[in-house]
């Protein structure tokens, strides 16, 4: 990246201008300290740095778009802090303003730094090795030797070992010496790192902004169609447009799930698979897919994923007349790996008086010491246990969750010793509710399964991105550039040689390349001052 | 052998590389406790030697009263018994993964909890320091890594330890192999690299001794090239192991490639302290001390992901602390 030169203050461009105080800049200059700033590598640094600092209060205060239910809670039991940290958009830190600011900031700067850079780059690319420094003995990874051979026969070796080496050669070396250097591509791997970087932004960007992620739990049995009102949550990107949405439908038919018996932990669910039937759209043709958890399905550029699965109960409420008034599955939320799960139903258009059931279901029911507990979490003996309410259950007033019954004006149903009113259903038993207000029975069990949707466009562009980065990276942490001078010279019936070799990249090591490339170059046996000028100079690290 | 059997194995596995590791940093004490005594003259060039490229323990005593060269003696004895002694612990440790991975039914491989992945974590950590002992002349760091790798796996069998279960759903893929390896030895690696630049501070702090346990570390720009090379090489692994294979898993599993998921956030933490590190190092050539400081923030960042997330964070998703069950809290609808 582009180090800022420190600024010196240009001559005035409108000289007649002279009420000017020294230091003080036009908006222009201004404008270009500041972009000279914001480029600078320090800059860039800087910003990386406040990004991961940024990003910490998110991992440490429930996030909104991570786990809504988690954050809710939170904001209940802190009420004088959430709205300090709602101001801060502390709930939200990845889609705060300031966080975008940090971003946004970076990715200019990343931008400023690669472009001037680049065209320093191919300049530099075309570029021949430097000629031979003056004195090789000042560098400090050198070495020398005598020979008998004449000076031209040592630098023609010298060139042929180098060029095989990969070195690019001085081509205007006619002197006496011989000038090479290699790692050309390290700077390429640097600036396609950084290009990298840039790519990956954007598209997780446009993840952000155009896609959307939603959720439902599908009862078997039923029919999926992709509109917004069949999602349980849904949360789109701030330019997502309904028109986005593929119209594809699909029948969720049968559910398989493998218990696995473990010594010591019991029954566990391993395996679960939801077979479907969809269309693409309504006029494609049925396709099958057994949808399962790590294995999403696509259809168009929204995919499909399994998360989780559970009970419904079907349960038929009859009013004091004998009327059905709601029959159906109604999903259970599992509490613990027993599959032990809680639910809630709400019959608001009831004649004789709103109902509503809240309780457990116990997959397979056992007392173990008089206490209801499940002994496995597959449905081998099912029951609801369920307390009824009436009155008035807020249905009409307020948007609700349906796994909350709210209970602040509704009244509990008793048993006539004045004991809350609780109905144990096995499977096909039916309870009679007092006071006239119907019968509730309990049909059977249903699987349902929990299924993500997500589109989130530019995920290729971002991995593409991000292997590029990491090919870029490895070629800028490993390519070593490094220059070699190798310079003959015949002196009182000798011919010295003197070899030096400089690493460019910090943190090489080039005594091993010059060793070898001596011990290449040297046909006659070592003399004792050669190896007295390795010795001395051997160890010098870095 | 049934399934309980090797389970069985791999806990006196792990109980018996303890042990034996527990050896090995006894016979490098007596290797440091031998060298302490050596007189000034002799320890300054058996701490060139180290400093240089030379095997364990080879101590270069040409002057002296035969005293001296006998220590000397004992000095490489007691080094050489001490690599051996490692080099064991290592086997059995890798025999205790084994046996975690065949225990388990189906087969898998032994890193799906967290005191799995501390005992491939240290087991690596280990196997690195033994491959790197030669060409990096790491001698000097034997009692460091023996006691780290025996605490370490003190801690996970006191605290962490757990039966072997099934992987949960979301858990068995195949990406549990290429992301939590990498994630593994980039982990070992950041680490061996950590403990090298503590001892540059300390080095740094100390000045060059010339008597003493700190005459044997290697002089300061070999720590500081050595760490670097640890560095870059786990830099890579590190990006793979965050950057790609775990986003790709994210999405297949979890629906979306990337979910500020705690342990996500603090892995990038991680990346972006290390991208400074060789940023700093490459341009603003910031070597030694600085760079030093920084490799150490970013060890912290790894080890708080790895430690403190998991226990404190209640909302990640990466919770393999205990094993997560496989029920779902669907949103509001």
Redesign the interface.
């Known amino acids: 990246?582009s180090?800022a030169p420190p600024e010196v203050p240009e001559a005035p461009e409108v000289p007649e201008a002279p009420e000017r105080r020294a230091g003080e800049l036009s908006p222009r200059e201004l404008g270009r300290w500041l972009w000279r700033q914001l480029t600078s590598?320090?800059t860039a640094?800087i910003l990386?740095?406040m990004?991961?600092l940024a990003?910490?209060p998110?991992?440490?205060i429930?996030?909104e778009?991570?786990?809504?239910?988690?954050t809710?809670r939170w904001q209940d039991a802190h009420p004088t802090l959430t709205p300090i940290y709602e101001k801060l958009s502390l709930f939200s830190?990845?889609d705060s303003p300031w966080f975008s600011a940090i971003y946004l900031l970076l990715m200019v700067s990343l931008v400023g730094c690669i472009i001037p850079r680049t065209f320093v780059y191919l300049r530099a690319i075309r570029a021949a090795p430097p000629a031979a420094p003056r004195n090789l003995g000042r560098l400090p990874d050198h070495t020398s030797y005598e020979t008998d051979e004449s000076a031209g026969d040592v630098l023609e070796r010298a060139r042929a070992a180098l060029k095989e080496r990969g070195y690019r050669l001085r081509p205007d070396d006619g002197g006496d010496a011989v000038s090479a250097e290699r790692g050309y591509l390290r700077e390429v791997g640097n600036l396609i790192f950084h290009l990298s970087v840039v790519v990956v932004l954007v598209a997780?960007a446009m993840?952000g902004l155009f896609g959307f992620?939603g959720?439902a739990?599908i009862v078997q049995g039923t029919t999926f169609t992709n509109t917004l009102t069949q999602y349980?949550?849904f949360e789109p990107g701030q330019l997502f447009s309904a028109g986005r949405m593929d119209p594809f439908t699909f029948s969720f038919d049968d559910f398989d799930v493998e218990w696995?018996n473990?010594?010591?932990?019991g029954v566990?669910?391993?395996?679960?698979k939801a077979g479907l039937t969809y269309r693409e759209s309504p006029d494609a043709p049925e396709k099958t897919y057994d949808l399962r958890?790590?294995?999403?399905l696509s259809v168009g550029d929204t995919?499909v994923?399994l998360?989780?699965?559970?009970y419904a109960p079907m349960i038929t409420v009859k009013d004091g007349n004998g009327q059905e008034v709601f029959s159906g599955p109604v999903p259970f939320?599992?509490?613990?790996?027993t599959?032990l799960s809680f639910g809630v139903l709400k019959v608001p258009d009831s004649p004789t008086g709103e109902i509503g059931l809240e309780g457990l279901f116990y997959p397979t029911f056992q007392l173990v010491d008089g206490n209801p507990v499940t002994i496995y979490p597959n449905d081998a003996n099912p029951l609801i246990s369920m307390q009824v309410y009436t009155g008035d259950l807020g249905l009409e007033t307020s948007a609700q969750?349906?796994?909350d019954l709210d209970k602040t004006n509704a009244e509990q149903l008793l048993t006539a010793e004045g004991k809350p009113l609780r109905l144990d259903l096995e499977l096909g038993e039916s309870a009679t509710l007092p006071d006239g207000l119907g019968t509730v029975t309990f049909d059977g069990v249903r699987p349902w399964t929990?299924i993500?949707?997500?589109q989130?466009p530019g995920?290729e562009a971002?991995?593409v991105g991000?292997?590029l980065?990491?090919v870029g990276?490895?070629g800028?942490?490993?390519i070593r550039p490094r220059r070699v001078w190798v310079r003959a010279r015949r002196e009182g019936g000798v011919t010295m040689v003197e070899v030096a070799a400089l690493d460019r990249?910090?943190?090489g090591?080039v005594v091993p390349v010059l060793e070898e490339l001596v011990d290449g170059l040297r046909t006659d046996a070592p003399t004792s001052k050669a190896r007295d000028a390795r010795e001395d100079e051997g160890?010098t690290?870095? | 052998m049934t399934n309980?059997a090797w389970e069985t194995l791999s806990d006196q596995a792990v109980a018996v590389a303890g042990v034996v590791y527990f050896l090995a940093l006894l016979a490098h004490l007596v290797e440091w406790a031998s060298l302490r005594e050596v007189a000034p003259a002799s320890v300054a060039a058996a701490g060139g030697a180290a400093g240089?490229e030379v095997g364990t323990g080879a101590v270069a005593v040409d002057t002296g009263p035969d005293r001296t060269a006998e220590r000397a003696r004992r000095v490489a004895l007691f080094g050489r018994l001490g690599l051996l002694l490692t080099g064991l612990a290592c086997a059995v440790h890798f025999v205790a993964l084994l046996g975690r991975g065949l225990a388990a039914?189906p087969n898998r491989v032994p890193w799906g909890n967290m005191y799995e992945f501390t005992v491939s974590g240290t087991f690596v950590v280990t196997l690195m320091y033994l491959v790197l002992h030669r060409r990096f002349a790491l001698a000097w760091m034997a009692p460091i890594v023996t006691g780290f790798v025996l605490t370490t796996l003190m801690i996970a069998v006191i605290w962490l330890h757990s039966?072997v279960?099934?992987l949960t759903?979301?858990l068995?893929?195949y990406?549990l192999v290429i992301h939590v390896v990498s994630a593994v030895i980039a982990t070992g690696a950041f680490t061996l690299g950590g403990i090298l630049s503590a001892a540059y501070l300390v080095k740094d702090r100390r000045g060059e001794a010339t008597s003493g346990p700190l005459a044997r570390v290697p002089?300061l720009?070999?720590l500081?090239?050595i760490s670097?090379?640890i560095h870059?090489f786990a830099?890579?692994v590190w990006?793979?192991a965050v950057?790609?294979t775990g986003?790709?898993?994210a999405?297949?599993?979890?629906?979306?490639?990337?979910?500020?998921?705690?342990k996500e956030?603090?892995a990038?933490?991680t990346w972006?302290?290390y991208?400074?590190y060789?940023?700093?190092?490459?341009?603003?050539?910031w070597?030694g001390r600085n760079a030093a400081i920084l490799a150490l923030v970013g060890v912290a960042t790894l080890w708080f992901n790895f430690v403190g997330?998991n226990f404190f964070?209640?909302?990640t998703q990466h919770g393999y602390a205990e094993s997560a069950?496989?029920?779902?809290?669907?949103?509001?609808?």
């Open positions: 990246m180090t590598m320090r640094l990386l740095l990004l991961a990003a910490v998110g991992s440490v429930p996030q778009g991570v786990d809504s239910v988690k809710a830190v990845y997780f993840g992620r959720g739990i349980d949550d696995q473990t010594p010591r932990r566990l669910a391993r395996a679960f958890v790590n294995h999403p995919d994923f998360i989780g699965h559970g939320l599992p509490q613990d790996p599959f969750s349906v796994y929990r993500q949707f997500s989130t995920k971002a991995l991000v292997v980065a990491l990276l490895l800028s942490l490993f990249s910090g943190g090591d160890r690290d870095t | 309980s240089g039914d039966e279960t099934p759903e979301a068995n893929s990406w002089s720009p070999t500081d090239r670097y090379r870059a830099f890579p990006t793979f950057l790609i986003p790709i898993w999405h297949e599993a979890w629906s979306s490639y990337w979910n500020w998921d705690p956030v603090w990038f933490i972006v302290v991208a400074a060789l940023h700093a190092r490459s341009t603003a050539g070597k997330i964070s209640t909302t069950p496989a029920f779902v809290e669907p949103g509001e609808r």
